[in-house]
């Protein structure tokens, strides 16, 4: 594992490749057939704020066996193949318009790879998963999360959810992934999180899908100084209805209410005027892409289309009237 916390590894000894598997995801067993020969394994993976993001291969049917996965929730689905996961006494075939999601308690068993399988697998900590459902209930839950263990991505939820994961993929398969930014590897984390939350069927679904009331105009007022005061910090939603106190939900409400907007698009503006402002009293040694990153805009390109959008004109545009040429 890199300083990113990236895994490229394969192996021809189950020894190997059950050693760097249980660091990435779980100490298991592997059971196969009665000759090591031929045996291959590939693993991919990354870490993203806490979350574990990763493919795995074998090139031979194979059993993998753990205990109770206790600190974390687990979903998996093959890219292509099929592959059976099992929980207790539940079983689902997963394949690529269906994935399996494990809690914490219980034995776990993956089986398959007789067929060519590429397994894509999310491991989520359980104080992960548990943050955000109380950012999306706005309240602390009183009983243990529980997924029915199967995700029908054909769903129009789940093909949402699935857009989200592709969105981790890419930031396992390229350090120069717009996720190397923490601003965005936190976005993209919450937004792959939540979206589980609120579209895997699981014993909070209904009240999850409840409607929230909206925050007032006061905790709007509260919610716009405090992003004023914090643009420059990689803040979140959460953070920020955290501060004028009230539920992330009732937050987005409460802005599309007084302000016709979203609490991230706001920031948003708030961070473009702040580049505007240095662009406008900037020099010739000015470099737009580095004051763009520093208020959170690692991607010049839309940074580009935001800017011209919002002020009618290009970033370069703007430094070379302040320069004159």
Request: overall charge neutral.
């Amino acid at each position: 594992m890199d300083t990113q916390g990236r895994v490229a590894a394969q192996s021809s000894f189950p020894d190997e490749a059950m050693e760097i598997g249980g660091r990435v995801w779980y100490p298991h067993g592997l059971a196969f057939g009665r000759s090591a020969a031929g045996f291959q394994w590939r693993l991919n993976a990354v870490s993203l704020e806490g979350l574990t993001v990763g493919m795995l291969e074998y090139g031979m049917p194979v059993k993998i066996t753990t205990g109770e996965l206790e600190n974390a929730y687990q979903v998996n689905f093959p890219l292509f193949g099929k592959v059976r996961f099992s929980q207790g006494k539940r079983v689902v075939v997963g394949h690529p318009n269906m994935a399996a999601i494990h809690g914490p308690v219980q034995a776990t068993s993956i089986q398959g790879w007789s067929e060519p399988a590429r397994m894509l697998g999310l491991k989520i900590p359980t104080t992960l998963m548990h943050q955000e459902l109380e950012t999306l209930l706005g309240r602390s839950p009183k009983q243990s999360l529980e997924f029915e263990g199967s995700f029908d991505l054909t769903s129009h939820r789940g093909r949402e959810w699935r857009s989200a994961v592709e969105l981790l993929v890419a930031g396992m398969r390229s350090p120069d992934s717009l996720l190397s930014s923490p601003l965005m590897a936190r976005a993209a984390v919450e937004y792959a999180v939540r979206g589980l939350l609120l579209s895997a069927p699981n014993n909070f679904s209904e009240e999850l899908a409840g409607a929230v009331e909206a925050a007032g105009s006061a905790a709007v007022r509260r919610a716009v100084d405090f992003m004023e005061a914090n643009a420059h910090l990689p803040l979140t939603l959460e953070t920020v209805a955290s501060d004028a106190c009230v539920s992330p939900r009732a937050l987005q409400q409460g802005f599309r209410r007084h302000l016709d907007s979203t609490p991230m698009e706001h920031l948003r503006s708030i961070r473009l005027l702040r580049v505007r402002s240095e662009l406008l009293s900037g020099t010739a040694s000015t470099r737009i892409h580095e004051v763009a990153a520093r208020w959170g805009f690692p991607h010049a390109g839309r940074f580009a289309i935001h800017y011209a959008k919002t002020f009618g004109e290009h970033p370069s545009q703007t430094l070379k009237g302040i320069n004159g040429n």
